[in-house]
T-cell receptor, first 116, second 113 residues
Framework: GAVVSQHPSRVICKSGTSVKIECRSL??????MFWYRQFPKQSLMLMAT?????????EQGVEKDKFLINHASLTLSTLTVTSAHPEDSSFYIC????????????FGSGTRLTVV | GESVGLHLPTLSVQEGDNSIINCAYS??????FIWYKQESGKGPQFIID?????DKRQGQRVTVLLNKTVKHLSLQIAATQPGDSAVYFC????????????FGKGNQVVVIP
């Protein structure tokens, strides 16, 4: 149980375009999902917390107008990188908290974004 | 804020030997701790967790030790196998409404056949 599906796994886009990444909880409902960014050989950095039915909470230094988050249902959160630039190239990972006693943070398989 | 760090960036271990990865955290209010394994190009995979009311927990070939006095936890992997080669992260959850995980910097484990 507690599976999180993330798509796409890889995407290449041109500078200036927008890219949408989906994160789905397959067998549970997630009122809260998390979006991370990971640069090569570095740790996961939390970008924002996605709350179902309300606005996302962004970490300091993360541009909310650039990284649009929508959590319209209890099983789906999307991250849209708008007007992408090469410096946005990174590994984006989502996570959801399963409704288990031990909190149960489950991660998606990640999306490798390359902006050319 | 929460600061989580790992002591060794890379650990090379002979196949069959035991591996130990350490992690330090700074927030004494941390109540839940998780070790994740991340292979190249993949998302973090849950290995084992432990709550703050415990000091040791064992899984299959893995053991997590928690020392709240010095804010330190470790992951022990018994009989390390080539498939254990990956980056290992500790993650710390702070309760009281701070519904998030803080990740350590990561420790690359390389298993030598």
């Amino acid at each position: 149980g507690a599976v999180v599906s993330q798509h796409p796994s890889r995407v290449i886009c041109k500078s200036g375009t927008s890219v949408k990444i989906e994160c789905r909880s397959l067998d549970f409902q997630a009122t809260t999902m998390f979006w991370y960014r990971q640069f090569p050989k570095q740790s996961l950095m939390l970008m924002a917390t996605s709350n179902e039915g309300s606005k996302a909470t962004y970490e300091q230094g993360v541009e909310k107008d650039k990284f649009l988050i929508n959590h319209a249902s209890l099983t789906l959160s999307t991250l849209t990188v708008t007007s992408a630039h090469p410096e946005d190239s990174s590994f984006y990972i989502c996570s959801a908290r399963a409704p288990r006693e031990d909190y149960g943070y489950t991660f998606g398989s990640g999306t490798r974004l390359t902006v050319v | 804020g929460e600061s989580v760090g790992l002591h060794l960036p890379t650990l090379s271990v002979q196949e069959g030997d035991n591996s130990i990865i350490n992690c330090a955290y700074s927030n004494s209010a941390s109540d839940y701790f998780i070790w994740y394994k991340q292979e190249s190009g993949k998302g973090p995979q849950f290995i084992i967790d432990i709550r703050s009311n415990m000091d040791k927990r064992q899984g299959q070939r893995v053991t997590v030790l928690l020392n709240k006095t010095v804010k330190h936890l470790s992951l022990q992997i018994a009989a390390t196998q080539p498939g254990d080669s990956a980056v290992y992260f500790c993650a710390v959850h702070v309760g009281g409404g701070n519904n998030r995980l803080a990740f350590g910097k990561g420790n690359q484990v390389v298993v030598i056949p």
